[in-house]
């Protein structure tokens, strides 16, 4: 089992759609139970959080950088033990649309199998990112 914390994967995806509309739509946390399942299948804002309730971690808190003209997307989840998971995410102009990269990183004590696990779903929610957004 490879416990390296320092491990990391970029996952991801080409969405055919303008990086504007894109960054718009994923930046807005009311729109991640649509498309990051990862993260629960609801979040409401609560006393100025965002917070995920029905996430497979439990109660987690969302937090994104804020909006800005770079594509990032970055957020923190904290997570119910206090442990905040740095998330960095990009959304990077390529031709008429645009690449969605999410730098996974492997959390100390992380087996191999739970990894892989997270890069399935991150790999999943880009899909539906995509599959939303290219319908839209």
């Known amino acids: 089992m490879d ?12 969405i055919d ?11 807005n946390p009311a729109n991640l139970p649509k498309w990051a399942q ?4 609801s979040i409401a804002k609560i006393d100025g959080q965002w917070i995920a ?4 971690m439990g109660r987690v808190v969302v ?11 970055d957020h923190d989840v904290t997570l119910p033990s206090g442990e905040i998971v740095h998330n ?12 969605v990269v999410f730098t996974l990183r492997r ?16 790999c999943a929610d880009l899909t539906t990112l995509k599959q939303l ?4």
């Open 3 to 14: 416990t390296s914390a320092s491990a990391s994967r970029h996952i991801s995806t080409y």
């Open 17 to 27: 759609r303008p990086s504007h509309e894109v960054y718009d739509y994923a930046s």
């Open 38 to 41: 990862g993260l629960g299948n």
């Open 53 to 56: 309730e029905s996430s497979p």
């Open 63 to 73: 937090a994104f950088a804020q909006r800005n003209e770079f594509g990032v997307l």
């Open 88 to 99: 960095p995410v990009r959304v990077i102009v390529d031709g008429t649309g645009c690449e």
């Open 107 to 122: 959390r100390p004590g992380m087996s191999d199998e739970d990894f892989q696990r997270d890069a399935d779903a991150v």
């Open 133 to 136: 957004l290219e319908r839209a």
